[in-house]
């Protein structure tokens, strides 16, 4: 594999990112939603820098099965906290063809909140499929299958702290 945003990139992306979150919704309270389970690193760094009134959900959505081919979604939200009549941000770990952030937002849309943002990790270039831009972005990467920081291939590497592109060679092994 190879590097693509190393440890210390990834946390000043995320701290800018956190600025503008702050910027956008100031002290009112925020409800973020991390989508399971791609985001979980980016949404226990995110939340550190934030200093409004938190609350923090999850909500999973899966769709992704093996490398890059597309399974059908399904959402699941019954871990998620009550939305209604709050200030709510998704935050997830890639938008690639935006589909998942698409549909996840419709869903929590139906349950009433006043408002409803996403903020993503990284976003590809030119796979946008999806009439949607996130609010919140930290980096634009190429079109290339990545891992690390939450993001895994067949359920390996999230723990990584920084995010490679896997080779062609990396994506027929099993790193299970
Ligand atoms: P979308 O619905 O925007 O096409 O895809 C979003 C989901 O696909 C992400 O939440 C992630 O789970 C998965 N995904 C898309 N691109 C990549 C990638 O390069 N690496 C990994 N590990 N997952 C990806
Ligand atoms: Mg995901």
Redesign the pocket.
């Known amino acids: 594999m190879r590097e693509l945003l190393s440890k210390e990139r990834l946390e000043s992306g995320v701290a800018a990112m956190a600025q503008q979150v702050s910027q956008c919704y100031g002290d009112r309270p925020l409800t973020i939603l991390g989508?399971l389970t791609?985001s979980i690193v980016l949404l226990a760094d995110l939340i550190r820098m934030l200093e409004m009134p938190l609350r923090v959900g999850v909500v999973q959505?899966s769709?992704?099965r093996g490398q890059t081919t597309?399974g059908r979604?399904t959402i699941n939200s019954d871990l998620m906290p009550d939305v209604h009549g709050r200030d709510v941000l998704l935050v997830?770990?890639?938008?690639?063809?935006?589909?998942?952030?698409n549909e996840v937002m419709a869903k929590v849309r139906q349950l009433g909140p006043t408002s409803i943002r996403c903020a993503v990790l990284l976003r590809?270039t030119g796979?946008q499929e999806i009439d949607l831009d996130p609010d919140f972005v930290a980096f634009d990467i190429p079109d290339?299958?990545?891992?690390g920081y939450g993001?895994?291939?067949r359920d390996a590497y999230r723990n990584l702290s920084f995010v490679a592109a896997l080779e062609p060679d990396d994506l027929e092994e099993d790193p299970a």
């Open positions: 989508v791609g959505a769709s992704y597309r979604l997830d770990d890639i938008f690639d063809t935006g589909h998942t952030i590809k796979r290339e299958f990545v891992v993001l895994d291939y």
